[in-house]
């Protein structure tokens, strides 16, 4: 399948179900509190906000780069489509599975201990940033890039899904498709750092909590639809 036959549409909705990942939110809302409490000022948080979503989306751009540059370069990228669509499949099972029977059995989450590691660096981050106040910007934006990191586990499959169908392209050609992809990734974060900025942020966690069920459906709903896309595809050209 050539590059041309991967549209538009696809790309959209594959990065705004990614954005939604209820993992997304969780981290950030709680990185959003953090900073709140360690810069105690409003607007140096909605700096230090932007800051990690465009750590988020630089990290995330160079994560997508290196699989493109790898894929294609190795002649592995036949081998990674068929990959990342039974991974899609089985994520999208995964993910209705908690929204019937949230968080029991097997879930897609963070990479083990992570949310305990997160939160002690949250708090190293906080004593450093007292000794060593002009580095707390710095601080953040490596807390960006772990963050990342431990969460491509929950947010990795409809990324991956993506680039494997990038990968049946030209690089040069699969570049604009994935800048966009990831702008799209980060503008959710950025609504929500607003929102927390003019006082929302209890009410951002409780619908959250509310509604996680129902964004784990929807992605699942998708996974399992562009997955099987990607199958149907290759059967068809």
Not at 56 to 64: E, W
Not at 72 to 98: N, P, S
Not at 103 to 108: H, P, T
Not at 140 to 148: H, M, Q, S
Request: charged content about 10%; some cysteine; hydrophobic content about 60%.
């Amino acid at each position: 399948m050539g590059g041309e036959e991967l549209t538009l549409g696809i790309i959209i909705a594959a990065a705004l179900v990614d954005s939604i990942n209820p993992c997304v939110f969780g981290v950030l809302i709680f990185l959003i509190a953090f900073m709140t409490k360690l810069f105690k000022n409003a607007n140096k948080m909605l700096v230090g906000g932007f800051l990690y979503s465009a750590v988020v989306y630089i990290t995330y751009l160079l994560l997508g780069f290196g699989i493109l540059k790898i894929t294609i370069g190795t002649g592995l990228a036949t081998t990674f489509y068929w990959i990342a669509a039974l991974i899609a499949i089985i994520a999208g099972l995964l993910e209705i599975k908690d929204f019937f029977w949230y968080g029991r059995w097997f879930s897609l989450q963070m990479i083990p201990g992570a949310s305990k590691r997160l939160k002690r660096y949250t708090e190293k981050v906080e004593t450093l940033s007292v000794n060593y106040p002009r580095f707390s910007m710095l601080l953040v934006g490596l807390l960006g890039i772990f963050v990342v990191l431990v969460e491509l586990p929950c947010t990795g499959a409809p990324y991956f899904a993506v680039l494997a169908l990038l990968a049946q392209g030209e690089y040069a050609l699969a570049i604009p498709y994935l800048l966009l992809y990831n702008l799209i990734f980060i503008l959710p974060l950025l609504a929500v750092i607003a929102l927390a900025y003019f006082g929302k942020g209890v009410e951002l966690e409780a619908w959250r909590l509310a509604h996680r069920g129902l964004m784990r459906l929807i992605i699942g709903l998708f996974l399992i639809f562009l997955g099987g896309f990607m199958i149907y595809s290759v059967s068809v050209f």
